[in-house]
């Protein structure tokens, strides 16, 4: 089973850039998972999809779909929790 996380942020947000150590930690630990980061800016089709209105969002998605989604900067456990529960 795929899983990803997408990771929808701006170069401008504050809490991205709070946000971005913790991805950073889970993407060394979790390897068969693709991390994928959505500059809003310039993807905005792509979060017009994902209906993202805040950021830093989060979402975890895998073969059967979204799992879970995130808004504002979440814990590394909650992550975690998520991303077992999609299958990594």
Known sequence: M???LLDF???WCG??????????????DY?????EKV????????ANQYQVRS???LIIEN???????FVGVT????????LKQAGA
Request: glycine share 4%; hydrophobic share 30%; proline share 6%.
């Open 2 to 4: 795929t899983v990803r």
């Open 9 to 11: 942020y701006a170069d």
């Open 15 to 28: 809490p991205c850039k709070t946000q971005d150590p913790i991805l950073d930690e889970l993407e060394a």
């Open 31 to 35: 390897e068969g998972v693709s991390f």
């Open 39 to 46: 500059d809003v800016d310039e993807e905005q089709d792509i």
């Open 55 to 57: 950021l830093p969002t």
């Open 63 to 69: 073969d059967d779909g979204i799992v879970d989604r």
């Open 75 to 82: 814990q590394r456990e909650d992550l975690e929790d998520a």
